[in-house]
């Protein structure tokens, strides 16, 4: 089955910097694309990144551009999501996704989801 489990998530002042990991199982990681999305106490859930399955192509929201860095080892099963200059509007639950094509539709898998927290 398909595994995804991000870790990093923690409490860090307005300014400072946090790297969030999420390593997977269950598929074959190299041949994915990935991205990452948060979701904000009250708010819809949104693409923060993401990432081609060789790392050699990335996109990301207007409000993290800049600031995020989305990476991948492909040796290691794991997408990373560097984070510097946070922000208070940064925080939420961040979580790991991969689609996979169907016949007819995508399939979403997430992971659990790691809470980034930014306050003085």
């Known amino acids: 089955q398909v595994q995804l489990v991000e870790s990093g998530g923690d409490l860090v002042q307005p300014g400072g910097s946090l790297k969030l990991s999420c390593t997977t199982s269950?598929?074959?990681?190299?041949?994915?694309?990935m991205s990452w999305y948060r979701q904000a106490p009250g708010q819809e859930r949104e693409l923060v990144a993401s990432i081609t399955s060789t790392g050699g192509g990335t996109n990301y929201a207007d409000s993290v551009k800049g600031r995020f860095t989305i990476s991948r080892d492909n040796g290691k099963n794991t997408m990373y999501l560097q984070m510097n200059s946070l922000t208070p509007e940064d925080t939420a639950v961040y979580y790991c996704?991969?689609?996979?094509?169907?016949?007819?539709?995508?399939?979403?898998?997430w992971g659990q989801g790691t809470q980034v927290t930014v306050s003085s």
């Open positions: 996704n991969t689609r996979m094509i169907g016949l007819t539709r995508g399939y979403d898998y």
């Open positions: 269950g598929f074959t990681f190299s041949s994915a694309a």
